[in-house]
């Protein structure tokens, strides 16, 4: 009797409806991240993230309403080396502090909009009793994330206020990569939820190594975008009329080339993102073998064939703003797809 209860205990589990309300919120929330990324871009571009000066994450949500909360806003910024070094002396208004200030203030208004919507959606799953059992830690784990990520980018902000006049390029890759973490462990917790019993799939070898693959491409990227390394050159596939660019300072070793020469820097992620795109079109034959993994498999395609054509797009216009954010938000979507197929791959596991 008790090996016939063992026996339909995981029968009845798996035939449990998935909560497929908890899953969409999830997917939701990291729609929202994405935003928060795209919008992220944008506020690189146009220098807009050293325009709010002070963390405060409850009274911050108001921007200013009145012409003395502006110019109290405004004399702040002044007050940065990025005011006094590069935008006062480019002549920079009132109505010119606006716009940054624009961008980077939705942008941390994008960050407490998913902090709340997270909170409020899973505290109303939890008050139902409809969070599946083993989940509870998971969803914790993603807001605690979601908090660090505040915290991170602060941190960044905090290195343009005192002695440079941007953000430091490692910290910009920090918080951009966190942002990436959160939105694909957000996904994968989602395509969990939708799974018979709720049951987790496994990471594989083939999705690690995808995954692996593209953090790197994705750490180059920031970093270019960090040291502004986008703009030594605006030819391609050479730079500059070389395949190796001229400039390129070893006087200090090949490692701290690699992390600091803009040259290098931009030569190495035009480049390695062949090696993502011979990755991931191997892991994609191998999603597509998956039964009833074939969309995975072509958004995996579309996304990196995407990608590649907006990165070229991109240097050749000189660093088109539209452009570029149109590269980062795509660099975005590979994630979403590559942890797409790789669930895939690990709930076949």
Same mark, same amino acid.
């Given at each position: ?149 505040? %915290? ?69 990227? %920031? ?127």
């Amino acid at each position: 009797m008790d090996s016939v209860s063992a026996t339909a205990s995981p029968i009845s589990a798996d035939r449990q409806a998935p909560p497929r309300g908890l899953s969409n919120l999830l997917l939701f929330v990291a729609a929202l991240v994405f935003a928060m990324v795209v919008v992220g871009g944008i506020t690189r571009l146009t220098e807009s993230g050293l325009s709010i000066t002070r963390w405060e994450p409850i009274s911050g949500a108001i921007p200013p309403l009145t012409q003395a909360d502006w110019a109290h806003a405004f004399d702040l910024y002044k007050q940065t080396p990025q005011y006094q070094q590069v935008a006062g002396p480019a002549g920079m208004t009132l109505a010119g502090f606006k716009f940054i200030f624009f961008w980077e203030w939705v942008h941390r208004f994008l960050g407490r909009v998913v902090g709340l919507v997270f909170f409020l959606g899973v505290g109303w799953f939890a008050a139902k009793r409809a969070i599946p059992q083993g989940y509870a830690w998971r969803l914790a784990a993603l807001f605690v994330l979601g908090g660090l990520q505040g %915290a991170v980018g602060w941190f960044m902000v905090m290195s343009g206020l005192e002695d440079r006049t941007d953000v430091s390029p490692y910290r910009l890759s920090a918080h951009l990569l966190f942002a990436l973490f959160l939105f694909a462990a957000l996904i994968w917790t989602a395509l969990d939820l939708r799974r018979p019993g709720c049951r987790p799939a496994r990471p594989t070898g083939w999705g690690l190594l995808a995954l692996g693959t593209l953090f790197i491409q994705l750490l180059l990227g %920031a970093w270019v975008a960090g040291f502004r390394a986008g703009y030594v050159s605006n030819s391609w596939p050479d730079m500059n009329g070389r395949f190796v660019p001229d400039g390129i300072d070893w006087s200090h070793g090949p490692l701290f080339a690699m992390t600091h020469d803009p040259f290098l820097l931009h030569f190495l992620h035009r480049w390695w993102a062949w090696v993502v795109v011979i990755v991931l079109i191997l892991f994609a034959r191998r999603v597509r073998r998956v039964d009833g993994a074939r969309p995975a498999s072509i958004a995996i395609h579309s996304a990196f064939g995407t990608q590649i054509i907006l990165g070229v797009l991109t240097v050749l216009t000189g660093i088109a703003l539209w452009l570029a954010v149109l590269h980062q938000a795509t660099g975005a979507l590979l994630v979403a797809a590559t942890v797409w197929g790789a669930h895939e791959l690990g709930r076949r596991r």
